[in-house]
């Protein structure tokens, strides 16, 4: 396919292609000219500047503000089966160094590897999609194919139930797309320790494998304050903890109990038999079903304390217009959850809000810093794994972000 014989060809406005020169992979629809043909849905078009020049093959999305997302920018590629299947290929490839640490790995995170919209995660031999954009939705049976060729599973869910699809005009969609759907939770292990993964009922698919490296992170902190406090109990608090996966890496690492607080009897009903699964008996890992805004509250008032407290919450931010609303509640539980720290203890705050950058999440955790009215020290940045690599060109990709603190 060239622009020249391209069934569709997209006009970009005159001084719009600069982003597309820098290779960010995002057209959007008020930086459109005019459109030659009438491209359908995930259709492959040619993006071509004010001058006729080439500038890159995208996937069209003609309900979506992003009405462009760019499979590749070079005019000699063909935007084929191969071309997946070679794609697939090396995404999976990426991955190959963790085989030996987890068998709970993000295979394909969209833009990172040059498949905007697709997310793919395997869970030992399950493999579950997430098809976000319109192009990789219109390609998913062959997107389908080149996984299962790539590592052999043959067992495919699809959880395409994220909000963002209705803004691609796209319905929710899930079930078996290969093979069996498991009919219990999947086990994976992660750094030694056993977790079950409900694929078809969880939240995105089933785990949030983006946290392994934080886990890990929160295991090593919890060893350095049993050091430090020679013998003394080490108690943890985890909010929104969904199925206890901080709860369970704090205990391995020896912490004496870990309060794992949410609004989902689901959710602490899988920690629970999570705990079951690592040995760890009720008395250790336990439960509170409650909001948690309204439980940091209580649990200020009761003068409640804890040597590492987690504060994982949903996306408060779904997008640029919910930025003021969701600085307000990111400020507000990190202000109650550092009033609830012993000192020299941590606290480990995390945003998944993509709309809320780095800088903005720190200054608004410094803000209730200042509001908690005690010392503390920025330990280091956290974010996501390296199986959730961020384009250099495209920064929207580092939607996790996190800070470790430390009272002193």
Not at 233 to 261: I, K, Q, R
């Amino acid at each position: 396919m060239r622009p020249g014989l391209a069934e569709s060809q997209v006009i970009v406005r005159d001084g719009k292609e600069r982003s597309l020169e820098r290779r960010h992979p995002w057209l959007y629809a008020g930086a459109i000219e005019h459109v030659i043909g009438d491209p359908v849905s995930g259709a492959t078009v040619a993006l071509i500047d004010a001058r006729g020049g080439f500038l890159a093959w995208a996937a069209w999305s003609p309900q979506s503000m992003i009405r462009a997302r760019v499979w590749s920018f070079d005019i000699g590629d063909r935007i084929d089966p191969s071309w997946f299947a070679a794609r697939v290929a090396r995404a999976v490839e990426r991955r190959g160094h963790l085989a030996g640490r987890t068998n709970a790995v993000r295979l394909v995170f969209g833009e990172a590897d040059g498949l905007p919209g697709l997310v793919v995660d395997r869970y030992d031999a399950q493999l579950v999609i997430q098809c976000l954009a319109a192009g990789v939705a219109a390609h998913r049976d062959t997107l389908v194919g080149a996984l299962v060729a790539a590592t052999g599973c043959v067992d495919v869910y699809e959880r395409s139930d994220a909000a963002v699809r209705a803004r691609e005009g796209l319905e929710s969609i899930t079930g078996v797309l290969g093979g069996l759907t498991p009919s219990a939770p999947i086990e994976v292990e992660e750094d030694g320790i056993r977790y079950g993964v409900d694929i078809v009922s969880g939240h995105k698919t089933g785990f949030y494998i983006d946290q392994r490296d934080n886990r890990r992170a929160v295991r090593e902190e919890i060893e350095r304050l049993r050091a430090h406090r020679m013998g003394e109990p080490v108690e943890m608090l985890n909010t929104f903890s969904y199925t206890g996966g901080f709860s369970l890496a704090a205990l391995a690492g020896g912490a004496a109990t870990a309060l794992n607080v949410d609004s989902s009897a689901e959710a602490l009903a899988m920690a629970g038999l999570n705990a079951q699964r690592n040995g760890f008996g009720p008395d250790q890992l336990l439960v509170e079903q409650s909001d948690v805004f309204g439980w940091l509250t209580q649990a200020a008032q009761a003068q409640r304390r804890f040597d590492l407290i987690v504060l994982d919450p949903p996306k408060f931010a779904p997008s640029a217009a919910h930025v003021e609303r969701a600085a307000r509640a990111y400020k507000e539980i990190n202000r109650k959850a550092l009033g609830l720290l012993r000192p020299g203890g941590a606290l480990f705050t995390f945003s998944c809000s993509g709309a809320i950058d780095v800088d903005l999440f720190q200054k608004i955790v410094a803000g209730a810093v200042i509001d908690a009215k005690i010392e503390v020290s920025l330990i280091r940045r956290l974010g996501a794994g390296d199986d959730h690599p961020m384009a250099m060109t495209h920064p929207e990709g580092e939607y996790l972000k996190g800070l470790l603190l430390r009272r002193t």
